[in-house]
């Protein structure tokens, strides 16, 4: 990885660590404060950037970086996703241990981390047609992915898409609830849901 001498503060570094930087703070912020919560400045201060850095990467400013947040983060949950299920023996057991490590989560961080995805969606998606779009590429990423997943252990795709859509959705919701009642029962009450579903479904194909 070739290295700029110095980045835009005087030190060594690389552009790409501070465009990293800056799109890590940006989720972290999404996800506690939302994104019509969240300033630019904000954003510079946490990744450690100047105020200017932000308009050399994005030059569309904060909606084109809200839409690589977006994208970032889709990324990064989907591997925790696909990790959670390839690591369990079976299907049942993947979605188990899934909303288990959502659930740890939100008590690690003091119910602040949830998802900024559905956090953006809420605000802007009635508003905001390329934030909006973003959102929608990352859900169908996702709802794509537990499909196949849920194929690949006997399921038909049009049970395995329903029963994703349906996951997800509770998910989503539960982090709503939990974050607003400081309690990780939603999201414990929306796993055993979503794991008695699944292994229903497997149960009536067997």
Not at 77 to 93: I, K, S
Not at 117 to 145: C, G, H, K, M, Y
């Amino acid at each position: 990885m070739a290295r700029d001498s110095t980045d835009s503060r005087g030190g060594r570094g690389t552009n790409k660590d501070t465009r990293g930087r800056i799109v890590d703070a940006s989720g972290g912020l999404f996800r506690r404060n939302g994104y019509t919560g969240t300033g630019l400045k904000q954003i510079a201060t946490a990744a450690g950037a100047p105020f200017g850095s932000i308009y050399h990467f994005f030059p569309g400013g904060k909606e084109q970086l809200g839409a690589e947040v977006i994208r970032w983060s889709g990324e990064m949950y989907l591997r925790l996703f696909e990790t959670a299920m390839d690591a369990a023996p079976d299907v049942v057991t993947g979605v188990r241990d899934f909303f288990a490590g959502a659930a740890e989560t939100l008590r690690e961080t003091d119910y602040a981390d949830a998802c900024p995805i559905a956090a953006v969606a809420l605000e802007v998606a009635s508003t905001n047609e390329p934030l909006r779009q973003a959102t929608a590429e990352v859900f169908t990423s996702w709802i794509d992915a537990g499909t196949e997943h849920l194929v690949t252990s006997g399921l038909s795709r049009e049970t395995g898409r329903t029963l994703m859509i349906s996951m997800l959705a509770g998910l989503e919701g539960a982090f709503v609830l939990s974050r607003a009642l400081r309690s990780t029962e939603p999201v414990e009450v929306a796993g055993a849901t979503a794991v008695a579903a699944v292994r229903e479904a497997l149960r009536e194909v067997r």
